[in-house]
């Protein structure tokens, strides 16, 4: 199923498929920054995690500086990737999320893939991530994907060169 995956640019197209995703199969907490509202997926929680995603879909050179991405697999909503510029030019951040029924299938390191072949052609030349030690699976997709890996604690800091050649699986 790996193969099959493709990003798509969020937009109002596919925003509602996926808020059905996170809400059906994440934590507000895995899929969007904290906001003040009732604990759990409330309709206050659904309408910011809404306006979270549109202040993106001016993309990098937006406000918020970022591009998100429905990652489909199958034709179907899974999760999303963002990429955020950093202050320093050709460089950006990363962030995933996947359903938990998506998890385990290859489908973050097909994803981290694309979003790494979309990074270079908005001319980037590295992407970083941050993760916690304890996320095994996203540890995996970042050493899967090529990634410097630093521990500092409880942190997994990663630095993905885009000049670099990929591993081979």
């Known amino acids: 199923m790996a193969g099959a995956v493709r990003l798509e640019p969020v937009d109002e197209r596919n925003l509602e498929a996926l808020l059905s995703v996170a809400a059906a199969e994440a ?11 009732p604990v759990g997926w409330s309709h206050a929680r659904r309408e910011a995690f809404r306006d979270y995603h549109r202040a993106s879909f001016a993309g990098l050179d937006g406000p918020t500086r970022t591009r998100m991405y429905a990652i489909l697999a199958g034709g179907e909503v899974v999760g999303m990737v963002r990429m955020s510029r950093c202050d320093e030019p050709g460089v950006v951040e990363t962030g995933m999320w996947l359903g938990r029924s998506a998890r385990g299938q290859g489908l973050g390191v097909a994803a981290l893939r694309e979003l790494l072949n979309e990074a270079a052609a908005a001319g980037m030349h590295a992407v970083l991530a941050e993760t916690m030690r304890d996320n095994a699976g996203a540890v995996q997709v970042l050493r899967k994907c090529g990634a410097k890996l630093l521990e500092d604690g ?9 000049d670099a ?4 699986l």
């Open 165 to 168: 050649t990929p591993p081979v």
């Open 154 to 162: 409880d942190v997994v800091r990663a630095e993905i060169c885009l």
């Open 27 to 37: 934590e507000p907490g895995d899929v969007m920054p904290p906001v003040e509202a």
